[in-house]
């Protein structure tokens, strides 16, 4: 029997599960502070649905650095990782991000130093510290969904050209390249009441010619102590599948639902107000209610390609 859906708040579609973010705290000594991270999942409280918990990539949870942080945030809390210019020019009295103490920090720049040295000044601690070129950014806000200010034209054609190049030379890929150590991939399951999810994982590292110890971003060991780790079959492993926008699904669409952690095929069965709809789910014969945000369109993994049901 399928488990019941999540809750029914709006997933910005920037934060799913594998995402890298960073993440802003309003802790005393923190403000305006930028850290990076992972959102391992989104939370089902009916209390708070915009609640993720997220992965520090430099923050440790102990003495020893030897356990990431994991901290359950709110959505205001979040953003994607801003992004940076190639080769950009610092100017005296532009606003910067300057990466210290493992985070970006807000400033400005009040004096350039030469060889690519800055001063940069800190409003809320009210220090002012050198920093190279290599650890500055241009500050950026995310409002509604875009950088203010925006990327330069020529750096976002610049990172067009670097996707299509990225997509050529994935098609020379072997095996074992596509499934490197730290690739967020998802993973099948024949065991019964799972057929039809797909759960959202990284390769740890391969073992063999077509095998891949994986661990799970939101299934937990019996005793809840880590995340699961398991040796995956190449038949049942594929990448994450590139995300489709669409903006109102029909009847008899198949999609994918996402529930307990996992995505699950099924078929668009009722158009509801609202942008909702009711989905039927053929391996338990049963019709669940999802928000529109809690669906995506269903792919296929086929002979190194991805292909939509209606092309197979």
């Given at each position: 029997m399928p488990p019941k859906p999540k809750s029914t708040a709006d997933s910005n579609p920037y934060f799913k599960p594998g995402s890298a973010v960073e993440v802003s705290s309003d802790d005393e000594g923190f403000r305006g502070s930028w850290f990076l991270g992972t959102i391992i999942r989104r939370?089902?409280?009916?209390?708070?649905?915009?609640?993720?918990?997220?992965?520090?990539?430099?923050?440790?949870?102990?003495?020893?650095?030897?356990?990431?942080?994991?901290?359950?945030?709110?959505?205001?809390?979040?953003?994607?990782?801003?992004?940076?210019?190639?080769?950009?020019?610092?100017?005296?009295?532009?606003?910067?991000?300057?990466?210290?103490?493992?985070?970006?920090?807000?400033?400005?720049?009040?004096?350039?130093?030469?060889?690519e040295r800055f001063a940069v000044y800190f409003r809320v601690s009210k220090e002012q510290l050198e920093f190279g070129k290599e650890d500055l950014r241009l500050h950026r806000e995310w409002i509604n969904e875009q950088w203010v200010p925006p990327l330069e034209e020529q750096v976002i054609n610049l990172s067009k050209l670097q996707k299509n190049l990225s997509n050529e030379l994935k098609c020379s890929e072997t095996v074992t390249d596509k499934f490197s150590e730290g690739t967020l991939v998802e993973v099948s399951s024949d065991e019964e009441g799972f057929e039809g999810a797909w759960f959202v994982a990284t390769v740890v590292e391969p073992k063999g010619k077509d095998k891949f110890l994986v661990e799970y971003l939101s299934l937990r060991n019996d005793d809840d102590s880590e995340f699961l780790r398991e040796k995956i079959d190449i038949s049942h492993i594929r990448p994450y599948p590139p995300e489709h926008v669409c903006d109102n699904f029909s009847r008899l669409q198949e999609v994918d639902a996402l529930y307990n952690d996992g995505w699950w095929v099924g078929v668009i069965s009722k158009v509801l107000p609202n942008s909702r709809y009711i989905v039927y789910f053929r391996n338990s014969n049963e019709e669940l209610e999802f928000q529109h945000s809690d669906l995506r369109l269903h792919q296929d993994w086929i002979d190194g390609k991805w292909i939509m049901p209606s092309k197979v």
């Open positions: 939370c089902s409280s009916k209390n708070n649905p915009n609640q993720f918990v997220v992965e520090y990539e430099t923050i440790m949870a102990d003495e020893k650095g030897s356990k990431p942080l994991r901290e359950t945030l709110n959505l205001h809390q979040l953003r994607p990782p801003a992004p940076r210019e190639a080769d950009r020019q610092f100017k005296f009295g532009e606003e910067v991000d300057a990466y210290h103490n493992d985070g970006w920090w807000e400033g400005a720049i009040t004096e350039e130093l030469g060889n």
